[in-house]
C-alpha cells in the first residue's frame, strides 16, 4: 500500500536517507495527510521536524491540503503550517490565512502567525477581505490556473477535505472537471461572507454549467452530484442581470457550450427593460452577436429581437441581417484547410466535403485565407496540416486573433510520432483537437465530430437549421406587424427574395407572408413571381393570398407584366384558384382600360 511506504520513509527519513527523500517527494500532494499527522501527533521531535522540512519542499502540491488542515489542527501546529505556506508563496493559502488571522476565537500568536504569512503572500489583513479573495480564487479556478492543478497531465486530481477521525481525506475527479468544481467550491465560500457578491454568484452559475457540459458519461459527481436544482435552474432563478454575467465569461473564455447555455438561460428571462447591464465599457449580448459561432449569433439575435425594444441601441442594426441569415444560409457548415502540398489540401478538402461541410479555401497558411474567411457567412471549422510546430502555432495565432475566427474549432493533423506532444500542448484548450496523419475515412469522421462537440456543442445540422430559420421567421414577422424602433424589417429583404426561390412549403409561405409586410416594390413583385410562375404548385393560393395583402398594404407596386400574367391566370383558371386570383386582381384597383374584360355567356 503507498501509504504504508510513506509511513516505512518516514521511519527511516534522516539528511542522509536520500532514497525516502525521494519517495516522499514523489509522492507530492499525496505525502502531506502522513506527513501533517506526524507533524502534529508525532512523538520524535526529529521526525516531526524532518516532515515540516519535507512539506516545505513538496512546496506547491502541499498547499492546498494544508490549507484544508489549517482550521482543524491544534493552535500550535496552525503557527507551524502558516509558516510552512507563508514560505511556499503561493496566493491561493491567502484565504485560509487570512480567515485564521481575522479568527476571534484563536489564540493572540496564531492569528499574529496567520497575518504574518499572509503579508509574505503580498496581502494586508488589515485592510483585505476573506470573501474577495474566495472570489478571486473562484476565477482563477474557472480558467483553469495551472498552478493550481496538482497533476495538470493527469487523468484525475484530488478535492481535499477533513475528517474528524481520520484528518485529511480526499475524494478523486476527473481532470477536467477539477477546475470547474473548486471554482464551485470558492466562489459558495465568498457568497457565505456577502449573498449580494454578483461576481461569485455569476462564477458560480459558470462553473456549475460548464460541470455539466464536461461530465464524463456515467459519472457521478460526489461533489456537487446532489445540488437541489438543474445547473440551468440556476442560471435562471438568478436573473438577467446574472445571466449576462455569465455569458461574459463564456464570451471571455470562448467557451461555445457555456455561451449557448448561457444565451438559453437568458432566453427566459430577458425582456426589454432587461436587455441591457450596468457595464461601463461592454454589453455581452451585443458582443455575442460577434461571436465567429453562427449558432451563437442566430441565438443572440433571437433573445434581442423577442425583446422588440422601441428605441435602437449600438449593434442593433446587426439583429435583422442575422435572423435573415438564418433563413438563407440553411445547414451548411464551412471549413478551411491549411496544408504544406497540394496533395494534402486536396485529400484534407475531400474528406470534409464527403462529411458535408462546404470547404471555403486551401492555402498553406491561414494568412492566404484571409479573403475567402472574410466572405463566408461563418467558420465552423479549421483543419491544419503541419509538420513543425512553429508554423501550426503561427496558423493558430492568426485564427485566435482573427474575431471571425477566435473560437473555430481547429483540428491538427500531425505526424504519429508527435501526437503525445502535441495532445500535452493543447490539452486544456476544447477547440484544439489532435489526430494522427494517415488514419482511415472512419476515423477521421470521428476525430471531426469529437473536435466539433467538444469545441462547440456538436456540429450544426439540417434539423438545428431549419429550427433557427423557422424561429427567425417567427421573430422576423414579428418584427415587420409591431414595427419596433430598434429594428428595419427592409434589411431583411434581400435575404427573403432569395429564400422565397429556395426555401418551400410552409417555410416558404411564412417567408412570403413576411414580404408581404414590407412596403418595397422589390418584396411585392417577389410575391408575384412567386405565384404566378409556372411550376409554383400547391402554394399558388396561398402565395395568391399574401401577393393581395401586400398590394393592399403597400399600394399596386406590380409590373405590367404581372398584370398581364395574372390576367392569363384567370383567364385560365377556376374555383379557388381563380377566386384568389381575381382578390389580387380587385387589390391592384385598375383603371378600367387595363383592367380584365368581362365576357359575358351568350343565350
Known amino acids: 500500500v503507498f501509504g504504508q511506504q510513506v509511513v516505512d520513509a518516514l521511519d527511516v527519513l534522516r539528511p542522509q536517507s536520500h532514497a525516502a527523500h525521494g519517495r516522499l517527494l514523489a509522492a507530492g500532494e499525496y505525502s502531506v495527510p502522513l506527513l501533517v499527522?506526524?507533524?502534529?501527533?508525532?512523538?520524535?521531535?526529529?521526525?516531526?521536524?524532518?516532515?515540516?522540512?519535507?512539506?516545505?519542499?513538496?512546496?506547491r502540491e502541499s498547499v492546498y491540503p494544508l490549507t484544508v488542515a489549517l482550521p482543524n489542527i491544534a493552535p500550535e501546529h496552525q503557527r507551524k503550517v502558516c509558516q510552512i505556506l507563508g514560505s511556499i508563496g503561493y496566493n491561493h493559502a491567502g484565504p485560509a490565512l487570512l480567515e485564521l488571522s481575522q479568527d476571534a476565537d484563536s489564540p493572540a500568536f496564531v492569528r499574529e502567525a496567520a497575518a504574518r504569512a499572509y503579508r509574505q503572500l503580498g496581502g494586508n489583513p488589515e485592510l483585505d477581505d476573506p470573501g474577495t479573495l474566495h472570489t478571486i480564487l473562484g476565477r482563477q479556478y474557472f480558467e483553469n490556473a495551472e498552478h493550481l492543478v496538482a497533476d495538470p497531465w493527469g487523468s484525475v486530481n484530488n478535492v481535499w477535505h477533513w475528517d474528524e477521525f481520520a484528518g485529511l481525506m480526499t475524494v478523486q475527479v476527473p481532470t477536467e472537471l477539477y477546475g470547474p468544481i473548486m471554482s464551485m467550491r470558492s466562489s459558495a465560500l465568498a457568497l457565505e461572507y456577502d449573498r449580494s457578491n454578483s461576481t461569485a454568484m455569476s462564477q458560480f452559475v459558470a462553473a456549475n454549467l460548464r460541470r455539466e457540459?464536461?461530465?464524463?458519461?456515467?459519472?457521478?459527481?460526489?461533489?456537487?452530484?446532489?445540488?437541489?436544482?438543474?445547473?440551468?435552474?440556476?442560471?435562471?432563478?438568478?436573473?438577467?442581470?446574472?445571466?449576462?454575467?455569465?455569458?461574459?465569461?463564456?464570451?471571455?473564455?470562448?467557451?461555445?457550450?457555456?455561451?449557448?447555455?448561457?444565451?438559453?438561460?437568458l432566453s427566459r428571462t430577458t425582456g426589454e427593460s432587461s436587455l441591457f447591464t450596468a457595464y461601463l465599457d461592454r454589453q455581452p449580448l451585443l458582443d455575442a452577436m460577434q461571436y465567429p459561432d453562427r449558432r451563437v449569433q442566430y441565438e443572440t439575435a433571437l433573445i434581442l429581437a423577442k425583446a422588440l425594444p422601441d428605441d435602437p441601441f449600438a449593434g442593433s442594426y446587426r439583429v435583422v441581417p442575422i435572423l435573415a441569415g438564418a433563413v438563407r444560409t440553411g445547414g451548411e457548415e464551412y471549413a478551411v484547410v491549411v496544408a504544406e502540398t497540394t496533395e494534402d489540401q486536396r485529400s484534407i478538402a475531400g474528406r470534409l466535403e464527403a462529411e458535408g461541410f462546404n470547404v471555403v479555401g486551401v492555402a498553406t497558411s491561414i494568412e492566404e485565407l484571409a479573403d475567402p474567411i472574410s466572405r463566408a457567412p461563418g467558420l465552423d471549422l479549421a483543419v491544419v496540416q503541419t509538420t513543425s510546430m512553429q508554423a501550426e502555432k503561427a496558423d493558430l495565432d492568426g485564427l485566435r486573433l482573427n474575431p471571425r475566427t477566435s473560437a473555430t474549432p481547429v483540428m491538427l493533423?500531425?505526424?504519429?510520432?508527435?501526437?503525445?506532444?502535441?495532445?500535452?500542448?493543447?490539452?486544456?484548450?476544447?477547440?484544439?483537437?489532435?489526430?494522427?496523419?494517415?488514419?482511415?475515412?472512419?476515423?477521421?469522421?470521428?476525430?471531426?465530430?469529437?473536435?466539433?462537440?467538444?469545441?462547440?456543442?456538436?456540429?450544426?445540422t439540417k434539423v438545428d437549421s431549419e429550427i433557427y430559420a423557422m424561429e427567425s421567421l417567427a421573430a422576423l414577422r414579428e418584427i415587420a406587424m409591431s414595427r419596433p424602433g430598434a429594428y428595419a424589417i427592409q434589411d431583411a429583404e434581400s435575404a427573403l427574395v432569395d429564400s422565397l426561390q429556395t426555401r418551400t412549403g410552409g417555410t416558404r409561405l411564412l417567408v412570403a407572408e413576411i414580404l408581404s409586410l414590407i412596403e418595397s416594390e422589390r418584396a411585392q413583385q417577389a410575391i408575384l413571381?412567386?405565384?404566378?410562375?409556372e411550376d409554383v404548385g400547391g402554394d399558388r393560393i396561398p402565395l395568391l393570398k399574401h401577393a393581395a395583402a401586400s398590394i393592399r398594404r403597400s399600394g399596386n407596386l406590380a409590373h405590367r407584366r404581372h398584370v398581364e400574367e395574372l390576367q392569363y391566370l384567370i383567364d385560365n383558371s377556376s374555383?379557388?384558384?381563380?377566386?384568389?386570383?381575381?382578390?389580387?386582381?380587385?387589390?391592384?384597383?385598375?383603371?378600367?382600360?387595363?383592367?380584365?374584360?368581362?365576357?359575358?355567356?351568350?343565350?
Open 37 to 59: 499527522q506526524e507533524m502534529t501527533d508525532g512523538e520524535n521531535e526529529e521526525r516531526r521536524w524532518a516532515c515540516t522540512q519535507m512539506l516545505h519542499e513538496i512546496g
Open 213 to 265: 457540459n464536461l461530465m464524463p458519461d456515467g459519472w457521478e459527481d460526489p461533489i456537487f452530484g446532489d445540488l437541489a436544482y438543474s445547473p440551468q435552474f440556476y442560471a435562471m432563478v438568478h436573473g438577467s442581470r446574472t445571466g449576462q454575467d455569465v455569458l461574459a465569461l463564456a464570451l471571455e473564455s470562448n467557451d461555445t457550450p457555456l455561451v449557448r447555455d448561457a444565451l438559453a438561460a
Open 413 to 460: 493533423i500531425v505526424e504519429a510520432g508527435d501526437v503525445p506532444t502535441y495532445k500535452n500542448e493543447y490539452r486544456s484548450d476544447p477547440v484544439v483537437g489532435v489526430s494522427r496523419a494517415g488514419i482511415s475515412d472512419q476515423a477521421f469522421k470521428a476525430a471531426v465530430e469529437d473536435i466539433m462537440q467538444r469545441g462547440a456543442g456538436g456540429r450544426l
Open 529 to 533: 413571381d412567386a405565384a404566378l410562375a
Open 575 to 603: 374555383g379557388d384558384v381563380a377566386d384568389a386570383a381575381a382578390r389580387v386582381h380587385g387589390a391592384m384597383n385598375l383603371s378600367p382600360e387595363d383592367s380584365m374584360t368581362i365576357v359575358i355567356p351568350k343565350d
